[in-house]
């Protein structure tokens, strides 16, 4: 085998290993942000939620049921 041949064989296999390697390392810090967002939104959401509650409860606002509860929070973000 030529020296051209074996020096683009050994520069293709450093490419598909530096590839392989970048793929695994950015898809693992995607999914670690992924994780850290998801986690923020649901404590952003518990703390929208008991400030809803506390502000409904202290209306004296009824809240029969679990439905009634969550249209009243939509309607209450959407306007």
């Known amino acids: 085998m030529s020296l051209l041949w074996r ?12 590839q392989a390697f970048l793929y ?4 693992r810090s995607v999914n670690d ?9 649901l404590t ?3 703390f929208n939620l008991r400030q809803y ?3 409904v ?5 009824p809240l029969t ?4 509860l969550l ?3 939509i309607q209450h973000h959407l306007w």
Do not use: K, R, Y
Not at 33 to 41: A, L, N, T
């Open 71 to 73: 249209i009243s929070l």
């Open 33 to 41: 942000h992924f994780e850290q967002m998801d986690s923020e939104i």
């Open 53 to 55: 509650m506390t502000e």
């Open 44 to 46: 952003h959401a518990a």
């Open 24 to 27: 695994i390392w950015i898809q």
């Open 7 to 18: 020096t683009t064989l050994v520069l293709t296999v450093c490419v598909l290993i530096s």
């Open 65 to 68: 049921t679990l439905p009634t």
């Open 57 to 61: 409860t202290s209306d004296d606002q």
